[in-house]
């Protein structure tokens, strides 16, 4: 079974600098998507990113990055140039891509304050 | 569009009554998914929706819980005999089924459920 762990419950970074969030999965599967959702306090949770197993480019939208490492099952994530508006709870997600249900295998979370 | 609702967005009980949460999904999208979070955990799957056919059912769906996506639109999550237990924040998100895999899945504002 697929299993995705976040080891940071929570984090915290001033506003404009950098930060990175940990995430690692295990999957004996070859073929897979990983995924950050963003959830804000109170508000319905949203894509940040998404990667293809497949592809060694490490995805990127605008100020958010992933490093991709597949061999050691890793997927963190880079917010630069923090917001105000980037505090939230972040979750690291694992879709297999054998069966093809679309299901998410979501992580425990790691709460990000972005501190003025 | 504007986006997947849920309805209602708070629901109090008391044990043993029974509970129905609806999900309109994006109009386009052939995929529904329902998701259970708990506080400060991240959301596990409950079952999954292709049109009007449910084609997957985690084992955290017991007996007294039912899902219809009848004519493969909006969907139902009914609670039967509610549990303390059950108390926690249902999740229903929509997506389109790739060929490739990967789908976004776009999620609802969610139903918080305290049985008390």
């Known amino acids: 079974a697929q299993t995705v762990t976040q080891s940071q419950p929570e984090m915290s970074v001033q506003e404009a600098e950098t930060v990175t969030l940990s995430c690692t999965y295990d999957t004996s599967e070859n073929n897979y998507y990983l995924f950050w959702y963003k959830q804000p306090p109170s508000r319905q949770m949203i894509l940040v990113i998404r990667q293809e197993a497949y592809k060694q480019q490490n995805a990127t939208e605008n100020r958010f990055s992933v490093n991709f490492q597949k061999a050691a099952k890793s997927f963190s994530l880079k917010i630069s140039d923090s917001q105000l508006g980037d505090t939230a709870m972040y979750f690291c997600a694992f879709m297999t891509g054998s069966s093809n249900t679309g299901k998410l295998i979501f992580g425990q979370g790691t709460t990000l304050q972005v501190k003025p | 569009d504007t986006g997947v609702s849920q309805d209602p967005r708070h629901k109090i009980t008391k044990r043993g009554q029974n509970v129905t949460f609806r999900c309109d999904p994006i109009?386009?999208?052939?995929?529904l998914y329902w998701y259970r979070q708990t506080l400060g955990q991240g959301p596990e799957f409950l079952t999954y929706?292709?049109?009007?056919?449910?084609?997957?059912k985690s084992r955290l769906l017991s007996d007294r819980f039912s899902a219809e996506r009848p004519k493969g639109s909006f969907s139902t999550l009914e609670i039967q005999r509610t549990e303390q237990g059950d108390s926690a924040m249902y999740l229903c998100?929509?997506?389109?089924?790739?060929?490739?895999?990967?789908?976004?899945?776009?999620f609802g504002p969610g139903t918080r459920l305290t049985v008390t």
């Open positions: 998100a929509s997506s389109w089924s790739l060929t490739s895999g990967g789908n976004e899945q776009y």
């Open positions: 929706f292709q049109n009007e056919a449910q084609l997957e």
């Open positions: 109009s386009e999208h052939n995929r």
